[in-house]
């Protein structure tokens, strides 16, 4: 005996319902519709509605493992000389993977080393101008002046 007030059909009270879900939020709304065409399937039982979902879920299984998209690599094809086929391409990728990770970690080395190298180009030549222009402000006689262009004790 289903003794419940809302049930799974178009009613006057479903269709406020819903209306009302939309209005609020959006996703109320569709939830209410949703149990209102697929209610009956689960027959309003937290058992049913497994099963439903179970069914919905083994059939997706299946179907996409007959397609090829369920397939990992340690399944076997059922054929031993695929197999190793197999085997023997995803060992020769995996060294190629390992080849090319270490001609990039190489590459990033060499353009650290780059970086660095015209960084101190860039720095050694900012300090030479800098330096270059403090040796001659203001100086008269070098004779009496020190390096930062002070005038030295006589």
């Not at 397609?67 to 990728?93: I, W």
């Not at 180009?121 to 390096?147: A, C, K, L, P, V």
């Amino acid at each position: 005996m289903n003794t419940a007030i809302i049930k799974p059909q178009w009613s006057p009270l479903t269709i406020a319902l819903m209306v009302i879900g939309f209005i609020l939020f959006w996703p109320l709304g569709l939830a209410m519709l949703g149990y209102i065409l697929w209610g009956e399937k689960f027959g309003g039982s937290a058992e049913k509605a497994q099963a439903y979902w179970n069914k919905g879920c083994s059939y997706m299984r299946n179907n996409t493992r007959n397609a090829g998209f369920g397939r990992t690599a340690q399944g076997s094809s059922g054929n031993a000389a695929f197999d190793e086929y197999r085997t023997e391409q995803l060992r020769r990728l995996e060294e190629e993977r390992a080849r090319l990770d270490a001609e990039i970690e190489a590459f990033h080395e060499y353009m650290a080393n780059l970086n660095k190298a015209k960084d101190r180009e860039e720095f050694d030549r900012f300090m030479n101008e800098r330096r270059g222009s403090r040796q001659g402000y203001g100086d008269t006689d070098r004779n009496t002046s020190d390096n930062w262009g002070n005038p030295g004790q006589a």
